[in-house]
T-cell receptor, first 112, second 113 residues
Framework: GDSVTQMEGPVTLSEEAFLTINCTYTATGYPSLFWYVQYPGEGLQLLLKATKADDKGSNKGFEATYRKETTSFHLEKGSVQVSDSAVYFCALRNTGGFKTIFGAGTRLFVKA | GAGVSQSPSNKVTEKGKDVELRCDPISGHTALYWYRQSLGQGLEFLIYFQGNSAPDKSGLPSDRFSAERTGGSVSTLTIQRTQQEDSAVYLC???????????FGSGTQLSVL
Protein backbone atom coordinates (compact mmCIF):
# COMPACT_ATOMS: atom_id res chain seq x y z
CA GLY A 1 0.00 0.00 0.00
CA ASP A 2 0.90 3.66 -0.11
CA SER A 3 3.33 4.93 2.50
CA VAL A 4 5.39 7.95 3.50
CA THR A 5 8.78 7.84 5.21
CA GLN A 6 10.30 10.87 6.92
CA MET A 7 13.63 11.42 8.57
CA GLU A 8 13.51 10.88 12.29
CA GLY A 9 13.75 13.81 14.60
CA PRO A 10 14.17 15.80 16.53
CA VAL A 11 16.14 18.17 14.37
CA THR A 12 17.83 20.97 16.32
CA LEU A 13 19.18 23.99 14.47
CA SER A 14 20.39 27.45 15.29
CA GLU A 15 18.53 30.43 13.95
CA GLU A 16 19.38 31.27 10.30
CA ALA A 17 20.62 27.74 9.61
CA PHE A 18 19.59 25.83 6.48
CA LEU A 19 16.88 23.23 6.95
CA THR A 20 16.24 20.00 5.09
CA ILE A 21 13.70 17.42 6.21
CA ASN A 22 13.73 14.35 4.00
CA CYS A 23 10.56 12.67 2.80
CA THR A 24 10.19 9.72 0.45
CA TYR A 25 7.05 7.96 -0.60
CA THR A 26 5.75 4.73 -2.06
CA ALA A 27 2.61 4.91 -4.14
CA THR A 28 1.00 3.50 -7.22
CA GLY A 29 -0.15 6.08 -9.69
CA TYR A 30 0.60 9.78 -9.41
CA PRO A 31 -0.13 11.11 -5.94
CA SER A 32 -0.35 14.68 -4.76
CA LEU A 33 2.21 15.48 -2.07
CA PHE A 34 1.90 17.74 0.95
CA TRP A 35 3.72 19.16 3.92
CA TYR A 36 1.63 19.91 7.00
CA VAL A 37 2.89 21.71 10.09
CA GLN A 38 1.80 21.53 13.71
CA TYR A 39 2.96 24.47 15.83
CA PRO A 40 3.03 24.01 19.61
CA GLY A 41 -0.49 24.00 20.99
CA GLU A 42 -2.09 24.32 17.57
CA GLY A 43 -3.78 22.02 15.10
CA LEU A 44 -2.24 20.68 11.91
CA GLN A 45 -2.35 23.01 8.95
CA LEU A 46 -1.27 22.76 5.36
CA LEU A 47 2.13 24.31 4.68
CA LEU A 48 2.55 23.57 0.97
CA LYS A 49 1.67 21.06 -1.72
CA ALA A 50 2.63 19.85 -5.19
CA THR A 51 0.35 17.91 -7.48
CA LYS A 52 2.61 16.61 -10.25
CA ALA A 53 6.20 15.74 -11.03
CA ASP A 54 8.69 18.64 -10.97
CA ASP A 55 6.16 20.96 -9.32
CA LYS A 56 7.58 23.09 -6.51
CA GLY A 57 5.37 23.98 -3.58
CA SER A 58 6.34 27.00 -1.51
CA ASN A 59 5.04 28.96 1.46
CA LYS A 60 6.53 31.06 4.28
CA GLY A 61 10.03 30.56 2.88
CA PHE A 62 9.69 26.78 2.79
CA GLU A 63 9.99 24.87 -0.48
CA ALA A 64 9.62 21.29 -1.63
CA THR A 65 9.99 19.84 -5.13
CA TYR A 66 8.07 16.77 -6.31
CA ARG A 67 10.75 14.38 -7.60
CA LYS A 68 9.16 11.40 -9.28
CA GLU A 69 12.46 9.79 -10.26
CA THR A 70 13.56 9.59 -6.61
CA THR A 71 10.01 9.44 -5.14
CA SER A 72 10.93 12.27 -2.82
CA PHE A 73 9.48 15.54 -1.56
CA HIS A 74 12.12 17.02 0.73
CA LEU A 75 11.27 20.16 2.69
CA GLU A 76 13.82 22.98 2.67
CA LYS A 77 14.21 26.46 4.09
CA GLY A 78 17.22 28.66 3.62
CA SER A 79 17.17 30.41 6.99
CA VAL A 80 15.07 29.09 9.84
CA GLN A 81 13.64 31.18 12.66
CA VAL A 82 12.72 30.30 16.23
CA SER A 83 9.09 30.59 15.19
CA ASP A 84 9.56 27.67 12.78
CA SER A 85 9.86 25.29 15.72
CA ALA A 86 7.10 22.76 15.13
CA VAL A 87 6.36 19.23 13.98
CA TYR A 88 6.38 18.77 10.20
CA PHE A 89 4.43 16.00 8.47
CA CYS A 90 4.86 14.81 4.91
CA ALA A 91 1.73 13.36 3.32
CA LEU A 92 0.38 11.96 0.08
CA ARG A 93 -3.00 11.53 -1.52
CA ASN A 94 -3.25 9.20 -4.43
CA THR A 95 -5.18 9.85 -7.58
CA GLY A 96 -8.78 8.73 -7.78
CA GLY A 97 -9.38 8.86 -4.06
CA PHE A 98 -9.41 10.96 -0.93
CA LYS A 99 -7.35 8.82 1.40
CA THR A 100 -4.44 10.90 2.72
CA ILE A 101 -1.49 9.12 4.31
CA PHE A 102 0.94 10.89 6.64
CA GLY A 103 4.50 10.24 7.65
CA ALA A 104 5.53 9.92 11.27
CA GLY A 105 6.38 13.61 11.61
CA THR A 106 9.68 15.37 12.27
CA ARG A 107 10.06 17.68 15.24
CA LEU A 108 12.15 20.79 14.60
CA PHE A 109 13.68 22.88 17.37
CA VAL A 110 15.25 26.20 16.41
CA LYS A 111 17.50 27.86 19.00
CA ALA A 112 18.02 31.62 19.17
CA GLY B 1 -19.19 26.40 11.87
CA ALA B 2 -16.02 28.07 10.77
CA GLY B 3 -13.78 25.08 11.36
CA VAL B 4 -13.74 21.40 12.25
CA SER B 5 -15.10 20.93 15.74
CA GLN B 6 -14.28 17.96 17.95
CA SER B 7 -15.68 17.00 21.32
CA PRO B 8 -14.80 16.36 24.01
CA SER B 9 -11.39 18.00 23.97
CA ASN B 10 -10.26 15.69 26.76
CA LYS B 11 -11.59 12.31 27.85
CA VAL B 12 -10.36 10.23 30.75
CA THR B 13 -11.82 6.75 31.02
CA GLU B 14 -11.20 3.49 32.77
CA LYS B 15 -9.90 0.45 30.98
CA GLY B 16 -12.77 -1.63 29.61
CA LYS B 17 -15.21 1.25 29.20
CA ASP B 18 -16.61 2.39 25.85
CA VAL B 19 -16.01 5.92 24.57
CA GLU B 20 -17.53 8.03 21.80
CA LEU B 21 -15.67 10.86 20.13
CA ARG B 22 -17.52 13.37 18.00
CA CYS B 23 -16.48 15.35 14.94
CA ASP B 24 -18.42 18.14 13.25
CA PRO B 25 -16.78 18.90 9.89
CA ILE B 26 -16.81 22.12 7.93
CA SER B 27 -20.20 22.60 6.33
CA GLY B 28 -20.26 21.32 2.76
CA HIS B 29 -17.13 19.19 3.05
CA THR B 30 -17.81 15.79 1.57
CA ALA B 31 -14.76 13.96 2.93
CA LEU B 32 -14.17 13.28 6.62
CA TYR B 33 -11.14 11.56 8.14
CA TRP B 34 -10.14 10.16 11.50
CA TYR B 35 -6.49 9.90 12.52
CA ARG B 36 -4.72 8.89 15.71
CA GLN B 37 -1.64 10.72 16.96
CA SER B 38 0.33 8.83 19.55
CA LEU B 39 3.48 10.01 21.26
CA GLY B 40 6.36 9.08 19.02
CA GLN B 41 4.08 7.32 16.53
CA GLY B 42 3.16 10.10 14.17
CA LEU B 43 -0.21 10.39 12.49
CA GLU B 44 -1.96 7.08 11.94
CA PHE B 45 -4.82 6.85 9.44
CA LEU B 46 -7.93 5.20 10.86
CA ILE B 47 -10.90 5.70 8.54
CA TYR B 48 -12.35 8.09 6.00
CA PHE B 49 -15.78 8.83 4.59
CA GLN B 50 -16.43 10.30 1.16
CA GLY B 51 -19.93 11.37 0.30
CA ASN B 52 -22.30 8.41 0.11
CA SER B 53 -19.57 5.90 -0.71
CA ALA B 54 -18.70 3.06 1.63
CA PRO B 55 -16.07 4.25 4.12
CA ASP B 56 -12.45 3.17 3.85
CA LYS B 57 -11.91 1.39 7.17
CA SER B 58 -8.51 -0.01 6.31
CA GLY B 59 -6.73 1.80 9.14
CA LEU B 60 -8.89 0.73 12.06
CA PRO B 61 -6.55 -1.18 14.40
CA SER B 62 -9.10 -3.69 15.72
CA ASP B 63 -12.79 -4.53 15.72
CA ARG B 64 -13.14 -2.52 18.93
CA PHE B 65 -12.99 0.58 16.76
CA SER B 66 -15.90 1.74 14.63
CA ALA B 67 -17.12 4.97 13.13
CA GLU B 68 -20.22 6.29 11.50
CA ARG B 69 -21.20 9.44 9.73
CA THR B 70 -24.80 10.45 9.87
CA GLY B 71 -26.46 12.50 7.18
CA GLY B 72 -23.16 13.15 5.48
CA SER B 73 -22.10 15.49 8.26
CA VAL B 74 -21.33 14.69 11.90
CA SER B 75 -19.19 11.63 12.61
CA THR B 76 -18.74 9.56 15.75
CA LEU B 77 -15.73 7.36 16.45
CA THR B 78 -16.51 4.65 18.99
CA ILE B 79 -13.93 2.64 20.87
CA GLN B 80 -15.30 -0.32 22.78
CA ARG B 81 -13.63 -1.95 25.79
CA THR B 82 -10.85 0.63 25.83
CA GLN B 83 -7.29 -0.45 26.50
CA GLN B 84 -4.37 1.60 27.78
CA GLU B 85 -2.72 1.48 24.36
CA ASP B 86 -5.73 3.38 22.97
CA SER B 87 -4.51 6.48 24.80
CA ALA B 88 -3.71 9.08 22.14
CA VAL B 89 -4.96 12.22 20.49
CA TYR B 90 -7.74 11.45 18.01
CA LEU B 91 -7.86 13.95 15.18
CA CYS B 92 -10.66 14.58 12.74
CA UNK B 93 -10.23 16.36 9.42
CA UNK B 94 -12.46 17.27 6.51
CA UNK B 95 -11.97 18.36 2.93
CA UNK B 96 -14.07 19.44 0.01
CA UNK B 97 -14.28 17.60 -3.26
CA UNK B 98 -12.65 20.45 -5.10
CA UNK B 99 -9.69 20.93 -2.78
CA UNK B 100 -7.25 18.32 -1.54
CA UNK B 101 -6.37 20.38 1.54
CA UNK B 102 -7.36 18.82 4.85
CA UNK B 103 -8.72 21.00 7.63
CA PHE B 104 -8.04 19.55 11.06
CA GLY B 105 -9.88 19.86 14.32
CA SER B 106 -8.08 20.41 17.62
CA GLY B 107 -8.42 16.76 18.55
CA THR B 108 -9.64 14.72 21.49
CA GLN B 109 -7.01 13.70 24.04
CA LEU B 110 -8.04 10.24 25.23
CA SER B 111 -6.47 8.83 28.37
CA VAL B 112 -7.28 5.27 29.39
CA LEU B 113 -6.37 4.53 32.99
Amino acid sequence: GDSVTQMEGPVTLSEEAFLTINCTYTATGYPSLFWYVQYPGEGLQLLLKATKADDKGSNKGFEATYRKETTSFHLEKGSVQVSDSAVYFCALRNTGGFKTIFGAGTRLFVKA
Amino acid sequence: GAGVSQSPSNKVTEKGKDVELRCDPISGHTALYWYRQSLGQGLEFLIYFQGNSAPDKSGLPSDRFSAERTGGSVSTLTIQRTQQEDSAVYLCASSSEANEKLFFGSGTQLSVL
